[in-house]
């Protein structure tokens, strides 16, 4: 998977919860996995409507009702789920599963398969906005995913940011899945 697909799957919240419950067995129907994941209808139909949009998931024609449709995962659909799977059993407490559920947070740890400045960072992950960028590093360095070290070279002072513990943990595991 293309950094930029990693980038729309991510960009829903509940992508990654959706494909890791049909992994688990959960019915690939709305009511079934909004009510496994806590999640509202509405958000989880534009995370399957994300998953159907990458070819992840396939309208399953045989079965259900045209206002209740049900999905069925493709082969690189199976592959994304069990890696969901993996990565959400692995998260310790509810604070690392919304962390990981926001826009951003999973591509920039994608991003950090190497100490890389703030710049670097913007340019391999376009179209991110300053902004967001700046509050996913604020938010990764508070949950101590990773570190910012500040690199003086006598003529300018630059900052630069790597993995560290759990956030290179978990960027391991994405490594297998996105092509930087």
Not at 9 to 18: G, I, K, P, Y
Not at 46 to 65: F, I, K, Y
Not at 128 to 152: C, G, H, V, Y
Not at 168 to 178: E, G, H, S
Request: hydrophobic residues 45%; contains cysteine; positive net charge.
């Amino acid at each position: 998977m293309t950094l930029q697909a990693f980038v729309a799957l991510s960009a829903r919240a509940w992508t990654l919860t959706v494909l890791s419950l049909i992994a688990t067995g959960t019915p690939a129907r709305l009511s079934p996995l909004a009510t496994a994941a806590s999640a509202s209808r509405a958000a989880l139909a534009a995370s399957l409507d994300r998953c159907v949009e990458l070819g992840l998931l396939t309208p399953n024609t045989g079965h259900g009702h045209p206002l209740r449709p049900a999905f069925a995962l493709t082969n690189p659909g199976r592959r994304v789920a069990d890696l969901a799977q993996q990565l959400l059993h692995a998260l310790d407490s509810d604070e690392e599963r919304i962390l990981v559920r926001r826009s951003w947070t999973l591509p920039v740890l994608v991003a950090l398969d190497q100490q890389r400045s703030f710049g670097e960072l913007r340019r391999i992950l376009a179209p991110i906005t300053d902004r967001a960028l700046s509050i996913t590093l604020k938010e990764l360095r508070n949950a101590r995913w990773i570190q910012r070290q500040s690199l003086d070279d006598g003529s300018r002072r630059q900052v630069a940011y790597r993995c560290k513990g759990r956030g290179q943990r978990v960027r391991d595991m994405l490594a297998a899945i996105v092509e930087l």
